[in-house]
C-alpha cells in the first residue's frame, strides 16, 4: 500500500522542545551492579550514557512547554493533544489527560502506544485530524522505560531510558511538510520484546536486531516512494536511536551515508517514543536542516511496529 498525503491543507512544524532528566548514568555507572562493561556495551550499542528520571507526565510537560513558547502560541488555541508513549504514569486515566491539563490546555487529548515507532504514528495521525479541519496540534513522544527496565538484567538495563520530545503542528494551505509515510505491525512477532502489566520487560535482543534492520527498510522504502524521492535525495535520516548497529545496517541498505543520519543515542541510551524527536530537533538546533531539505523519519518497535515518514522541512 502506497500512501500519499491527501494534499489539500497539511501541516508544518511551529515550534518544538525536548526534555530529558537531570540524572545521567554512565556504562561505569551500571558496571557496579551488573557483570558488564563500558567497551562492551560501547562497542555493541553505542551507548555512552542515558538520563534517568522523572514522570511520563512531567517530562512530557517539559518538553511541551518548550514547544508551545517556541510556536509563541496560546495554548488554549491548541485543537488537540496526541502523545505517544508505551510507559504512561497510570493505566486509567491517559497520561496526556495529566499533560493537558499541566500546559493548561482545553481541547481532545489522547495517548498513543505503537512502542518506538509512536512518535511517527502520532505525526500521521495529527496530519489526519488537520486535513479534516484541526488547525493546531501538540504531539509529544515521551516514555520513562527505566520504570519497567529489570536494573538486574544486563540484556536490557544497557539499553533503555528516557526522555521527551514535543511538537506543535500548524495547518498550511497546500500539501504541507508531509511527502509520504508508512505503517506497520506484525503482531505475530509481540513476545520478542514485551512486558506484562506491573512487570519489567523482556527481550530476545538477537532477533529483534535481525527484524528491526528488515522493518525499517521495508518502511522506509515504502515512504520514500509515496513521496516520489530516492534514497539519495534525503538530506538527513532520523532512525529510531535503539544501536548503532541496527542504524547502520539500514542505513547501508538504504545507501544513505552515515554523514547524512542523525544519531543521539550515545548520549541518550534508547528512549522509546522520544528517541526520533531527540534526535530530530537536535539536528535541526545544530542547523543539520536545511529550508528544502528532505528528512526521513524511520521507526521500529516492540509490536513488532515500524513506521515512517518524509517530511520536506521548512522553518518558515
Ligand atoms: N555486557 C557484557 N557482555 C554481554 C552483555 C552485556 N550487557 N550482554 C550480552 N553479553 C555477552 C553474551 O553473554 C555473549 O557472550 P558469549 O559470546 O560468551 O556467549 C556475548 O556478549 C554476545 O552476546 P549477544 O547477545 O550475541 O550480543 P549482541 O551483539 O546480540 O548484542 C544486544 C546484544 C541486546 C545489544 C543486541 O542484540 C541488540 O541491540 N538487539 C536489539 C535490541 C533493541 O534494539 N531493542 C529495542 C527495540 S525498540
Known amino acids: 500500500m502506497t500512501l500519499i498525503p491527501a494534499g489539500t491543507i497539511g501541516a508544518k512544524f511551529l515550534g518544538w ?10 556504562n561505569d555507572d551500571l558496571t557496579k551492579t551488573l557483570d558488564t562493561s563500558d567497551e562492551w556495551i560501547r562497542e555493541r550499542t553505542g551507548i555512552e550514557r542515558r ?5 511520563t507526565a512531567s517530562l512530557s510537560i517539559e518538553a511541551g512547554r518548550k514547544a508551545i513558547e517556541m510556536a509563541g502560541v496560546d495554548p488554549l488555541s491548541i485543537d488537540a493533544l496526541v502523545l505517544s508513549t508505551t510507559t504512561p504514569d497510570r493505566t486509567v486515566p491517559a497520561t496526556s489527560a495529566t499533560v493537558q491539563h499541566g500546559l493548561g490546555m482545553r481541547c481532545g487529548a489522547f495517548d498513543v502506544n505503537a512502542a518506538c515507532s509512536g ?13 479534516m479541519g484541526m488547525k493546531r496540534i501538540l504531539i509529544i513522544g515521551t516514555d520513562t522505560l527505566s520504570r519497567i527496565t529489570d536494573w538486574s538484567d544486563r540484556n536490557t538495563a544497557i539499553l533503555f531510558a528516557d526522555g521527551s ?7 498550511v494551505s497546500g500539501p504541507g511538510q508531509l511527502l509520504g509515510w508508512d505503517f506497520d505491525a506484525d503482531g505475530s512477532l509481540e513476545d520478542l520484546l514485551y512486558a506484562d502489566i506491573g512487570k519489567t520487560l523482556h527481550m530476545d535482543g538477537k532477533e529483534v536486531f535481525r527484524r528491526a534492520v528488515r522493518v525499517m527498510v521495508d518502511s522506509a522504502e515504502k515512504s520514500l516512494k509515496a513521496s516520489g524521492l530516492t534514497a539519495n535525495e534525503i538530506d538527513l535520516i532520523v532512525p529510531h536511536q535503539a544501536n548503532i548497529r541496527i542504524i547502520e545496517a539500514a542505513c547501508k541498505r538504504l545507501d544513505i551515508p552515515m554523514s547524512k543520519t542523525a544519531v543521539v543515542l550515545h548520549e541518550t541510551g534508547n528512549t522509546s517514543s522520544a528517541s526520533i524527536p531527540l534526535a530530530l530537533f537536535d539536528a535541526v538546533d545544530n542547523h543539520r536542516v536545511k529550508n528544502g531539505d528532505n528528512v526521513l523519519l524511520v521507526g521500529f518497535g516492540a509490536g513488532m511496529t515500524a513506521a515512517s515518514a518524509v517530511i520536506k522541512w521548512h522553518n518558515s
Request: aromatic share 6%; proline share 6%.
Open 119 to 131: 512518535f511517527v504514528y502520532a505525526l500521521v495521525i495529527a496530519h489526519g485530524l488537520i486535513a
Open 165 to 171: 520530545g514535543a511538537a506543535i503542528l500548524d495547518a
Open 17 to 26: 522542545g525536548t526534555a530529558l532528566p537531570p540524572k545521567v548514568v554512565s
Open 51 to 55: 538520563h534517568i528520571g522523572g514522570s
